[in-house]
């Protein structure tokens, strides 16, 4: 099976500062600007709003800075800093069927005809199970 790391997401209220500072400083380049909407924010994140993500990236290394549509103005279940990681498998459907055996709770997600997949690790830490 082939598994390695796909990304890393950081969740932040400042995304210029941290896009400007892995832009400039750390040599990654802009590779996409999107936004996620409010019930995919609060499934995954925790988070009552829309999220805008950028896409940055360094050869094989990508990074997602993760903003909350709107200042938020208390904590809303989640943290600031780093807030999931993908782990890439040959099929993720086949790979998240056979956590959902072992009694991993698998949170799914459907958007634009296609499925995401996302799982907690036994401190809280979210894993996007990416097929690549």
């Given amino acids: ?4 790391c796909h990304h ?15 832009t400039q400083k ?7 600007e999107k936004e996620a909407p ?31 549509e709107r200042k938020l103005k208390k904590k809303v279940g989640t943290k600031f800093g780093y807030n999931h990681w ?4 040959r099929n ?13 709770p698998v949170l799914e997600y459907r958007i634009e005809g296609r499925a995401l997949f996302f799982v907690k690790d036994p401190e809280g830490n979210i894993i996007e199970i990416y097929e690549g």
């Fill in 38 to 68: 409010q019930d995919l924010a609060s499934l995954v994140f925790g988070l009552p709003c829309k999220i805008h993500i950028s896409k940055l990236r360094l050869e094989n290394a990508v990074l997602e800075i993760i903003t909350p």
């Fill in 1 to 4: 099976m082939l598994s390695f």
């Fill in 8 to 22: 890393l997401g950081i969740l932040t209220t400042d995304k210029s500062s941290l896009v400007s500072f892995y």
């Fill in 86 to 89: 993908g782990l890439a498998v």
């Fill in 26 to 32: 750390m040599g990654f380049k802009l590779e996409q």
């Fill in 92 to 104: 993720k459907e086949e790979f998240c069927r056979k956590l959902k055996s072992k009694g991993v």
